[in-house]
């Protein structure tokens, strides 16, 4: 019997034969890699790698198999065959691609997430500008600005952004 890691690589290469001959030309190989997300049905990290929730697969193998890992691996086609930097994520590009393999064009999986943790409050750090303007950074982004690894500026008065020492939880 096949493990469910076989399955979705079995998967992978009928939705490769699935892609007309001039664009599997130019696809290679893509990775899988499994993590433990409760939330998160998959990710595309890469024109060549997928992540794939192993607590999701184990609960609903059919939805993952069908729709979670097609609209992953209609990412990395779009970021091999296409210009990553000119294509959005679920743009025209990808959903053409979604056609082709035959799959609803869904963004968001419908799978019961209610086993999973509540979601952890997050602290935005409050910058203000020129223009009075306030601006929510989150933290990781917050170190980097405080130890001069990162600058940010309005998109309004273009000015750089200072920390008013005020945080908050969103």
């Given at each position: 019997?096949?493990?469910?890691?076989?399955?979705?690589?079995?998967?992978?290469?009928?939705?490769?034969?699935?892609?007309?001959?001039?664009?599997?030309?130019?696809?290679?190989?893509?990775?899988?890699?499994?993590?433990?997300?409760?939330?998160?049905?998959g990710?595309?990290?890469?024109?060549?790698?997928?992540?794939?929730?192993?607590?999701?697969?184990?609960?609903?193998?059919?939805?993952?198999?069908?729709?979670?890992?097609?609209?992953?691996?209609?990412?990395?086609?779009?970021?091999?065959?296409?210009?990553?930097?000119?294509?959005?994520?679920?743009?025209?590009?990808?959903?053409?691609?979604?056609?082709l393999?035959?799959?609803?064009?869904?963004?968001?999986?419908?799978?019961?997430?209610?086993?999973a943790?509540?979601?952890?409050?997050?602290?935005?750090?409050?910058?203000?500008?020129?223009?009075?303007?306030?601006?929510?950074?989150?933290?990781?982004t917050?170190?980097?600005?405080?130890?001069?690894?990162?600058?940010?500026?309005?998109?309004?008065?273009?000015?750089?952004?200072?920390?008013?020492?005020?945080?908050?939880?969103?």
């Amino acid at each position: 019997m096949e493990t469910l890691h076989q399955r979705v690589a079995t998967r992978l290469l009928d939705l490769e034969a699935m892609l007309p001959l001039h664009i599997r030309m130019e696809m290679q190989p893509i990775e899988v890699e499994y993590y433990r997300n409760k939330r998160v049905a998959g990710q595309c990290c890469g024109p060549r790698n997928i992540r794939i929730s192993q607590d999701l697969l184990e609960q609903d193998t059919a939805e993952i198999l069908t729709q979670t890992v097609g609209h992953e691996y209609a990412h990395c086609v779009v970021r091999q065959v296409h210009n990553r930097s000119q294509c959005k994520p679920h743009g025209v590009e990808w959903r053409r691609i979604m056609e082709l393999l035959e799959l609803p064009a869904d963004v968001l999986h419908s799978m019961d997430t209610s086993f999973a943790p509540p979601r952890k409050r997050q602290r935005r750090y409050i910058y203000a500008c020129a223009c009075t303007k306030t601006h929510k950074i989150p933290t990781q982004t917050a170190m980097k600005m405080m130890r001069g690894h990162q600058v940010r500026t309005c998109r309004v008065c273009n000015t750089t952004i200072q920390p008013t020492g005020e945080v908050i939880k969103i």
